[in-house]
Each structure stands twice: as structure tokens, then as C-alpha cells.
């Protein structure tokens, strides 16, 4: 079947207007649920495009995703004339990578206080008998995106890499950070170079508009010390 005969093809569509190409060139975010659905429909019919095809599947369900995630791929195919087994498969698919990225982002935990922050970090940290210095990465909600170590076996103001340290927010897309690190010796008091690489990497974070909101240092009986609600951040 010749490409021109398909009605209203997305392949005759401008190319700025072509949701693939619109993906690429603006980003995903800039695309309707539409669009979104027709680049993992692929193709449309003889009669409509991938585009209308995806947008008639979303009215039926009052463009509700969840309504949409709860249909099996047999529903897909009986209901809409032009979803075949691949496509159906391919939506089923696509719907529950996306319910399990929402699983796990409602899993991990707020950490909006030093205790938290603390039980965060606490079974990578309780027992080790040198320093390690790790950022707990966070969304503007404070709920937890990753955990990261950035320097093990002893560190000094000198030995944090602040580019390390940024590129970790970044890119995970972190706007707020808490600093922590052990002090095996057990004694929580902030040492004049903890106090001066805080400092450091606060002053950074307000120039990439990342906020460092605590630094915790961590002792070795369930203690620790918090710059935030000593006041030193």
C-alpha cells in the first residue's frame, strides 16, 4: 500500500508536527498523552492517523492513564478497530514500565530531618571504621531520589570533588542535597575542615541552584550531628 493513499498519514504532516520528530526536537514533556500513545502505537489505518487512533483509545476512557493502564491487551484489541496483538502488546507494555516507576517512586521515603537522614544512610554507614562522605540526592518535595557515595577511605576538605558532587545532582536531577559522612572515632563534634568544605559546597550549590539543606555527620551509637539545626548551613 502506496504511503499517499493513507488517510490524513502522519508521514504527510509537517515535519515539526510529527510526534516522533517533536520528541526529538522539543523534548517529551511539550507532547500531548496523544502523541505520547501514537509513537508506541507506531502506525494508524487506511482511515486515521496513529495520532487519532491514540486520542479515540484515550476518549474511551475519558483520557484518564490509569483507566487506560487497567485494560488488558485483549480489551485493547476488541474494543478498537486498528489495534492489532503488537500494538496492543506494545501499550500494555509501555502502561506497566510506567506503573512501576510511580511504584517505586511512592516506595522511597520523604527525608525532611537529620533523623531521617540518618535512618537513610544508617546500614551503609554503622560500621565502618574509616570515613566516607556520601550526598542524599532529593526532589523539591524531599522525597528521596538516590543515595550516593563520593569519597571512601578518608577525606579532607582538599579530597571532595565538587564537580563529582554537582554532577551527581544534576544529573539526577536533584535540586536539594544533604551531605553526610561517618566519623568512626565516634565523636560527632564538626571538625574545622567539615565546617569549611560545607561551606564550600553550599556556596557552589546557590550559583547551579542546588540546595544543600543539612550536612549530618555520623557517630557510632545511633548519634549524630546536624549543621541544620545547629545552625551552620
Known amino acids: 500500500m502506496d504511503d499517499s493513499t493513507i488517510y490524513n ?7 515539526e508536527d510529527r510526534p516522533r520528530e517533536k520528541l526529538m526536537q522539543i523534548g517529551k514533556k511539550k507532547l500531548t498523552n496523544a502523541e ?11 482511515k486515521e492517523s496513529a495520532v487519532q487512533l491514540a486520542q479515540r483509545i484515550l ?11 487497567s485494560l488488558t491487551y485483549n480489551d485493547l484489541m476488541n474494543r478498537f478497530k486498528g489495534i492489532g496483538e503488537a500494538k496492543a502488546i506494545n501499550i500494555v507494555a509501555a502502561l506497566e514500565l510506567g506503573n512501576r516507576r510511580k511504584a517505586t517512586q511512592e516506595e522511597k521515603p520523604i527525608v525532611s530531618s537529620p533523623q531521617q537522614a540518618y535512618d537513610v544512610l544508617y546500614s551503609d554507614l554503622m560500621d ?4 566516607s562522605f556520601w550526598l542524599i540526592l532529593l526532589s523539591n518535595s524531599q522525597r528521596l531520589i538516590k543515595k550516593v557515595c563520593i569519597s571512601e577511605g578518608g577525606w579532607s576538605e582538599s579530597s571532595v570533588d565538587l564537580k563529582k558532587v554537582f554532577k551527581s545532582a544534576l544529573e539526577n536531577n536533584s535540586p536539594k542535597v544533604i551531605l553526610a559522612h561517618n566519623h568512626p572515632s565516634g565523636n560527632i563534634t564538626p571538625s574545622h575542615s567539615d565546617k569549611a568544605l560545607t561551606e564550600r559546597i553550599n556556596s557552589a550549590g546557590k550559583i547551579l541552584s542546588v540546595q ?3 550536612h549530618v555527620i555520623f557517630g557510632k551509637k545511633g548519634d549524630y550531628f546536624s549543621f541544620a539545626e545547629n545552625c551552620l548551613i
Open 36 to 46: 505520547l500513545l501514537a509513537i508506541i502505537i507506531g502506525s494508524g489505518s487506511r
Open 9 to 15: 498519514s502522519i508521514k504527510n504532516w509537517a515535519e
Open 128 to 131: 565502618l571504621e574509616y570515613e
Open 212 to 214: 544543600i539543606i543539612d
Open 59 to 69: 476518549n474511551s476512557v475519558n483520557n484518564n492513564i490509569n483507566e487506560l493502564s
